[in-house]
């Protein structure tokens, strides 16, 4: 592999590797620490963080009550236990809280019941490889609840709440490199799953015949996880093409990957996602683009493209670029989902793109745009990365711009006003304490949480920062990039924090701190936090 990975920088030939090593290993799961036994129910109205946005519009926003933290109390948290993952897996997977109890995945597909307070365990499930999307809750009826979530191999599952016993397990796209890493959105008896693609990567093989994966929208019964509908984000399937220079038949259109969870208009009736790239040229006018579908139906709404002409797959990174797609783009596609806000009596849909712009766009008006405001450069890791939230006045957003030569530089949380974009603040990221660690970059990556008053960011360094929402001031700074006595006895270790957000419910914080993905550092540390 050494003459493949000579043109490659560090950050691309760890995505190799990480794509050709497959799933973190994990030593098999132990009971640990186990849980007394006891009855999971959900009190109406108690505090809960359920899904990805924590609501249908993906607002990242935990009210007060549900919080039950606020900037005095966020001042004083303090590490309450910590709970390893067995093996150095990373930790990608946000968790959920309810019913006083948390649930979340692994990066080897273990899917784990805790104790919300003191982190013993109820139960494990084991799925086959990478469960990393948020969980989904849903009663039964007669006290019986189901969760549900999605693997790196596009499988989707009903699990019992107070089991972990399978109720049901639905393989949503047959294609070789399908998976779904955005958490599905539940309402009303069906689960709507994006599903994505790692189809790019093995495109740096000059025999692989690309591309021919689509990105899509599947919805789910979720009684009998029966497929209700499919609809994908390129509607026209792929056909022949070009032959490369090793003589291998290439196809298109392909891409349009949709990384995040699906955003949900009760009133309109309609789905949001947003897309990745196109994996070939010409580059279909749905990649790197917010899509609306209908809720029931499936049938694509409309369609508002954001960076037209950006195809790119691993073969641009290689010297004979054999079936990169002509005039490559920047690889400059969504990993946050849009965010649905009203804003003086105007609904918008906000989100943040690799390419450092946030946008604003009407979905009355067919996804017309608003506004658009740049706050960094941009760049295949750069941008906007995971995610973003808001509150009534303002959309807070991470800064990645990582430089892996310049660890030092970007960074940063921004505050613009829902009707404007206009920047309220900006807090620059602090110099990394890690420096000349591989994988400790300023960068921030991880997606936003917010509650009246604070919002919370982490960083590539290790660092869960709160912030004033009033003013940007850094009020309380955890490093998490330490080693852990755990609850459960697993020698674990903190790392970059990446991907999932914090999780806030009933007066603690939970956060996961180890993603060695994306040029990060690895770790395999579940954090909980609460009030000294």
């Known amino acids: 592999m050494i003459a493949q990975g000579a043109a490659l920088t560090p950050v691309e030939r760890l995505l190799l590797a990480v794509y050709l090593a497959g799933a973190a290993v994990e030593q098999p799961a132990t009971r640990a620490n186990p849980c007394p036994a006891a009855a999971f129910s959900i009190s109406a109205g108690e505090a809960a963080w359920t899904g990805w946005g924590v609501d249908l519009a993906n607002t990242r926003f935990q009210p007060a009550k549900a919080a039950g933290l606020d900037r005095e109390k966020v001042a004083r948290l303090k590490l309450k236990w910590a709970f390893g993952f067995p093996g150095q897996s990373t930790a990608p997977a946000q968790p959920v809280a309810a019913g006083g109890r948390l649930f979340f995945g692994s990066a080897a597909g273990t899917v784990y019941s805790l104790d919300a307070k003191t982190g013993c365990v109820h139960w494990t499930f084991k799925a086959p490889v990478t469960a990393r999307t948020a969980i989904s809750i849903e009663a039964m009826g007669q006290g019986r609840y189901a969760l549900y979530f999605g693997d790196v191999k596009a499988n989707v599952y009903g699990l019992d709440a107070q089991t972990g016993k399978l109720l049901w397990q639905t393989h949503v796209d047959e294609h070789a490199y399908a998976r779904v890493t955005g958490a599905p959105a539940l309402h009303n008896g069906r689960l709507y799953v994006p599903v994505s693609s790692a189809e790019e990567v093995p495109v740096s093989n000059i ?97 508002q493209q954001m960076t037209p002409g950006d195809g790119w797959n691993f073969s641009c990174m290689n010297p004979n670029k054999a079936s990169c797609p002509d005039s490559p783009g920047e690889d400059l596609d969504f990993g946050s989902s849009p965010i649905l806000k009203t804003v003086g009596g105007r609904d918008l849909l906000i989100v943040g793109q690799k390419s450092g712009v946030v946008h604003a766009l009407d979905p009355s008006q067919m996804g017309k745009i608003v506004w658009q405001v740049r706050i960094g450069h941009g760049g295949a890791l750069g941008g906007v990365e995971w995610g973003s939230a808001a509150d009534d006045e303002n959309v807070y957003v991470a800064l990645s711009d990582i430089n892996q030569r310049k660890p030092e530089t970007g960074g940063g949380l921004f505050a613009l006003r829902l009707a404007t974009g206009e920047k309220a603040w900006d807090t620059p990221a602090p110099k990394p304490s890690c420096l000349g660690t591989f994988g400790c970059t300023a960068a921030q990556m991880a997606a936003v949480t917010l509650i009246p008053g604070v919002v919370f960011s982490g960083s590539m360094d290790g660092h869960l920062r709160a912030y004033e929402t009033a003013s940007g001031k850094i009020i309380w700074d955890y490093d998490t990039l330490q080693d852990y006595e755990t609850v459960n006895g697993v020698k674990a270790h903190g790392g970059s924090l990446n991907a999932a957000g914090p999780t806030v419910a009933g007066g603690m914080l939970y956060v996961n701190s180890g993603y060695g993905a994306l040029g990060g550092m690895p770790g395999n540390v579940l954090l909980a936090f609460g009030p000294e």
């Open 207 to 303: 025999k692989y015949a690309c591309c021919t994966f689509r990105g899509s929208v599947v919805a789910i019964d979720t009684k009998t996880g029966k497929q209700v509908w499919k609809s994908y984000a390129i509607p026209d399937p792929p056909k022949a093409s070009r032959v490369n220079s090793a003589g291998t038949q290439l196809s298109g259109p392909a891409g349009a990957a949709i990384w995040s969870a699906p955003t949900l208009d009760l009133k309109r009736k309609a789905i949001y996602v947003a897309t990745g790239n196109s994996y070939t040229s010409p580059a279909d006018r749905h990649t790197d683009a917010i899509i609306a579908f209908d809720m029931e139906t499936g049938s694509m709404l409309w369609s």
